[in-house]
């Protein structure tokens, strides 16, 4: 599978952007989607994860109540929605796919998108 990830910007403190990681390929809806970031100087870090056909979510602890991570599988499509973000939200965000159900850590993913940036602005 092929994934392409966008809709990153710029945006305030407190507001807020949805991304997208549009996949090719016929069998999307078997893999585990995770969103992972790599703000500048630092290791990527893992955000959300959401299962295949049960949609089943986990947050990093960083995310809880503030990002929404979901999936359109008719569209081959997820999604990470971004609210109430702060400056250090600053980051370049990858989706990815795999086969491990809860995969948190990169090495649990095969496929990766090319990122998307997101700048937090105070």
């Known amino acids: 599978v092929q994934l392409q990830a966008f809709g990153g910007g710029l945006v305030m403190v407190g507001g807020s952007l949805r991304l997208s990681c549009a996949a090719s390929?016929?069998?999307?809806?078997?893999?585990?989607m995770g969103w992972f970031r790599q703000a500048p100087g630092k290791e990527r870090e893992f955000v959300a994860v959401i299962t295949g056909g049960d949609e089943l979510t986990y947050y990093a602890d960083s995310a809880k109540g503030r990002f929404t991570i979901s999936r359109d599988n008719t569209k081959n499509t997820a999604y990470l929605q971004l609210n109430s973000l702060k400056a250090e939200d600053t980051a370049v965000y990858y989706c990815?796919?795999?086969?491990?159900?809860?995969?948190?850590?990169?090495?649990?993913?095969?496929?990766w998108g090319q990122g998307t940036l997101v700048t937090v602005s105070s």
């Open positions: 390929g016929r069998t999307f809806g078997s893999y585990v």
């Open positions: 990815a796919a795999g086969v491990t159900r809860w995969g948190r850590t990169a090495k649990d993913y095969d496929h």
